[in-house]
């Protein structure tokens, strides 16, 4: 039996991580877990899987909470994150928080020696090197939960890094991959949620449809799995039924497929390195499937791909700024308070405007983080 602590457990990634866990009552129990201002999934959750400790949002949602839920333990804010990423009853913290957020818990789970099952690509994008250094230094696994980075790590499993001659990372293009550019110019906000083949919260799906997304995940994998920039490829593949691929020097590709369902990494995160069934999973059928496109990405169409891989080069605060940069900015377009295009002058702004620094701690990264949100806001 595993023990689970879960960060962002109302969310798209939390939720799924839920029926996983309830479909194999023998093998996880969900211990600790952190909710958002959604306190009525919240409650449903704790009525259906009995935590012990459960950590909200706003202070205030703790009084009613503790009168209704007398067995469990209440805690609240970003402290909270951390008291549930470190609460000692739990092994395994799987981290499903949205943004920047989700580093300082993530570290300090690590040096607690719990294994990270990590949703949380913002973590490693803006603090790659100290939590690679961290996870290395206490001998902790760090599980990917994303698809990609998943498929990627199982085509890896019986084989060595050294062989490896590149990953090769699948996209399904977002809501506007059949979009011109100039098309795009007028898309509403209901247009960039609907995406054709992942359900996923809104944040991520509007990232696959800017390809920040794909960005991300070049910079997540570039760290996950020491890779250099220059040997990592993004694939447009519409069908999202090969989840990425890894190329050996002999020329080999060993690839990664499913039905697109994000409950497979999530339980293959927390089931490694055994397998369980998953009988709500549909099996790929590939008859039925039939064909499978694939096309090179065009980083002129899909910017923010390009200042991604750009910002993951060079390195030092540049993926900071880049990060917290999108967040404020898709939040806006979330808000209708700026189009769709304009997503990505606010991040090109924010990376011109900063002097980057290198090898930052955990102080600079944080400040660079609120100095971007700072400074994006400014230009909404
Ligand atoms: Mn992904």
């Avoid at 060993?254 to 995160?269: T, W, Y």
């Avoid at 694939?294 to 169409?301: A, I, K, L, S």
């Avoid at 930052?360 to 990264?365: F, H, K």
Wanted: glycine fraction near 6%.
């Amino acid at each position: 039996m595993k023990l689970i602590s879960l960060l962002g457990a109302t969310g798209s990634i939390g939720t799924q991580t839920l029926d996983v866990i309830k479909e194999h009552p023998a093998e996880f129990k969900l211990v600790a877990m952190s909710v958002g201002n959604n306190i009525g999934l919240a409650r449903k959750i704790i009525v259906d899987f009995q935590p012990e400790l459960v950590s909200v949002k706003e202070k205030g949602d703790i009084e009613q909470l503790a009168i209704e839920f007398p067995r469990t333990k209440f805690t609240y804010g970003e402290e909270g994150l951390v008291e549930i990423a470190v609460y000692e009853k739990s092994e395994v913290l799987v981290n499903a928080v949205l943004g920047s957020v989700g580093l300082y818990p993530t570290l300090q789970a690590i040096e607690s020696g719990k294994i990270i099952a990590l949703a949380n690509k913002e973590t490693l994008v803006t603090a790659g090197h100290i939590i690679m250094d961290a996870s290395k230094k206490h001998n902790i696994p760090l599980l990917p939960v994303d698809s990609e980075h998943s498929a990627i790590f199982q085509a890896l499993q019986g084989n060595k890094m050294k062989n490896v001659e590149q990953l090769i990372i699948t996209a399904s293009g977002g809501s506007f991959r059949d979009r011109k550019r100039s098309e795009l110019e007028n898309v509403t906000v209901k247009e960039a949620l609907s995406h054709p083949n992942w359900s996923m919260g809104a944040k991520i799906t509007i990232d696959s449809a800017t390809m920040m997304n794909k960005g991300l995940e070049v910079i997540e994998a570039h760290w996950l799995f020491d890779m250099p920039y220059d040997k990592i490829n993004v694939l447009l593949h519409k069908e999202s039924i090969i989840h990425s691929m890894v190329e050996f020097h002999d020329s080999s590709i060993i690839a990664q497929l499913g039905s697109p369902d994000m409950r497979v990494p999530i339980q293959f995160a927390l089931s490694y390195p055994d397998r369980l069934p998953l009988s709500s999973s549909r099996r790929l059928n590939l008859a039925e499937v039939g064909l499978l496109h694939f096309q090179e990405m065009d980083f002129n169409r899909f910017r923010c791909l390009h200042f991604a891989i750009e910002a993951g080069k060079k390195g030092g605060t540049l993926p900071t700024v880049l990060n917290a940069a999108n967040e404020v900015a898709v939040a806006a377009f979330l808000e209708g308070k700026v189009t769709f295009l304009q997503i990505e002058d606010l991040i090109e702004k924010a990376l011109s405007a900063h002097q980057s620094i290198s090898n930052p701690d955990l102080t600079i990264i944080q400040e660079v983080d609120k100095e971007t949100r700072q400074y994006v806001q400014t230009l909404l």
